[in-house]
């Protein structure tokens, strides 16, 4: 009788509505606000939700006393996360944020395109409402951006080429990839520890240097020209920068790229936060028929002037199928369309520093140009730290003179020396006098060569340092190499 007089009294829509009342009340008189971040937004999956979960799961400032533990595939680091209800404080430039993790059963699946997951998912925030403004403007922010850092760093990262060609994959995307697993890093890199720092330095101004480019006005991106003998480490260099960075790789094959046209599209589809590298450039962009175009132009040569541009090797005799150009490669690197993303950085590398057109030498183009030299004494010290565990002292002291003396004459690459110390990585002494023996070998063999090796080296170093002269350099071994004339 009392139920239903009550039900009689308060109808159902006055039982709602004084829910209803009840709870602003309560949220009048609470200090906090509450912010609800499900799994599934609808049916869409919501990204801070995610992110929010990866964030949480790593965050240092976190505490909480019952976590789950996951690691998973692929990934190379364990991290935690919220049990039903559990509940986190994280601080936030020095305002506490409790986070509780809730999960429900779902209840009478509705019909859906895609099966839902059992549980409704979900993290419920509480702040201050005095912070309320602070969580808005940048706690979220911060918390998608960390969870892009996490993931990049537990990812495997990609090694992207387009050895396909132009040709599209199921999804649109002209890139193939590997998972990318290059063990060198900045430590086994063995050069001058000086340059290293200073590329290192170079390296993470870079990445930290948003706000230098936005106030500056430049585009976000970088260019390293990596040039030297075969087998100094060139290639290693990119692998460290990339493990350095946490940075994707792509590989770009220019003999497969057939026109400027795909050669953009090819950029388009790059991410952010990757290194794009051109490996041999020398090779990729034919200068051989720029003598014809250097007789119309003469003295202009140091800058590309919209001439006649020169091809892709093999592009002559294939009927016109690669006709990608040099100011092509230029507009990819530098132009316009080299904005589209940010973050980016171009690697070119080349044995012949002298061979390259001065356009691509010219100050602003490549931002640093690394010279990869020989095995010097301090690169040798970090090989021998490398493959025989010789620390510093470790080594006898006359055997290290001796070592020192004759490695720069040598002219040896980390690459050959690498190979006599694997050879006999496992008899210490007898590696360390092979290499002496080696090294002195050399150091004959370069004295009856009359030191044709150094002069070689010093030409490099001179097309470099002035792009003017270089430019003449190239003309001139462009006009005596030129026995491949254009039809
Ligand atoms: N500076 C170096 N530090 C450590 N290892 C090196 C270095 N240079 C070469 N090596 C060793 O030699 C091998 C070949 O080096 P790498 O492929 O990096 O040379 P490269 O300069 O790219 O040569 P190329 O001009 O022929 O492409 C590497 O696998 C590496 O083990
Ligand atoms: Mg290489």
């Given at each position: ?109 509705t019909f859906s395109w895609r ?24 706690y979220l922010d911060h918390i ?99 493990n350095h960075l946490g940075y ?240």
């Amino acid at each position: 009788f009392c139920q239903s007089l009550l039900h009689a009294v308060f109808p159902a829509e006055l039982r709602v509505a004084s829910l209803k009342l009840l709870s602003r009340v309560f949220n009048l008189c609470s200090s906090y606000c509450y912010y609800d971040i499900t799994e599934i937004d609808g049916v869409n999956t919501n990204e801070l939700y995610n992110a929010a979960q990866l964030y949480l799961s790593t965050s240092a400032s976190i505490t909480g006393s019952r976590l789950s533990l996951t690691r998973a595939t692929n990934s190379t680091a364990v991290t935690f996360g919220l049990s039903n209800s559990d509940n986190l404080v994280d601080v936030f430039l020095g305002v506490p944020v409790l986070w509780e993790h809730v999960i429900t059963p779902r209840q009478n699946q509705t019909f859906s395109w895609r099966p839902l997951p059992e549980d409704k998912r979900g993290f419920t925030l509480r702040i201050k409402k005095k912070d309320k403004s602070l969580v808005l403007d940048s706690y979220l922010d911060h918390i998608m951006d960390k969870a892009n850092e996490i993931r990049r760093k537990n990812q495997d990262r990609f090694l992207y080429t387009n050895s396909r060609g132009g040709s599209l994959d199921s999804r649109g995307h002209p890139w193939e990839s590997v998972p990318f697993k290059h063990p060198s890093t900045f430590e086994t890199l063995a050069m001058d520890p000086l340059k290293k720092e200073e590329i290192m330095a170079d390296l993470n101004d870079f990445v930290n240097g948003q706000s230098f480019y936005q106030k500056t006005g430049r585009a976000w991106k970088r260019g390293y020209l990596l040039y030297g003998p075969p087998g100094t480490g060139k290639s290693s260099m990119i692998a460290a920068m990339a493990n350095h960075l946490g940075y994707d790789i792509y590989d770009l094959e220019l003999t497969e790229v057939h026109n400027n046209s795909d050669l953009r599209k090819l950029l388009m589809k790059t991410s952010s936060k990757s290194i794009i590298v051109i490996e041999d450039i020398d090779c990729s962009i034919n200068l051989t028929n720029r003598k014809k175009n250097a007789g119309d132009a003469p003295g202009r040569n140091h800058h590309y002037d919209g001439g006649p541009l020169p091809e892709m090797r093999g592009g002559g005799d294939d009927g016109g199928g690669n006709s990608i150009t040099l100011s092509g490669l230029l507009n990819f690197t530098d132009g316009l369309w080299s904005c589209c993303g940010s973050e980016r950085i171009f690697v070119f590398t080349t044995n012949h520093v002298e061979k390259l057109d001065p356009a691509l030498l010219r100050s602003g183009r490549m931002d640093m140009h690394i010279f990869m030299s020989y095995c010097s004494f301090p690169s040798l010290k970090i090989l021998l730290k490398n493959y025989l565990a010789y620390g510093e002292g470790d080594l006898d002291e006359m055997v290290l003179k001796e070592l020192g003396e004759v490695v720069d004459d040598a002219q040896m690459t980390p690459a050959d020396i690498s190979e006599v110390l694997i050879k006999n990585r496992r008899d210490k002494d007898k590696a360390v006098n092979e290499l002496l023996e080696a090294l002195k070998a050399r150091v004959e063999k370069n004295r009856a060569n009359g030191g044709l090796m150094r002069e070689e080296e010093e030409q490099e170093k001179r097309a470099l340092e002035s792009p003017k002269q270089g430019g003449d350099e190239l003309q001139e071994s462009c006009n005596k190499s030129d026995d491949n004339k254009p039809n």
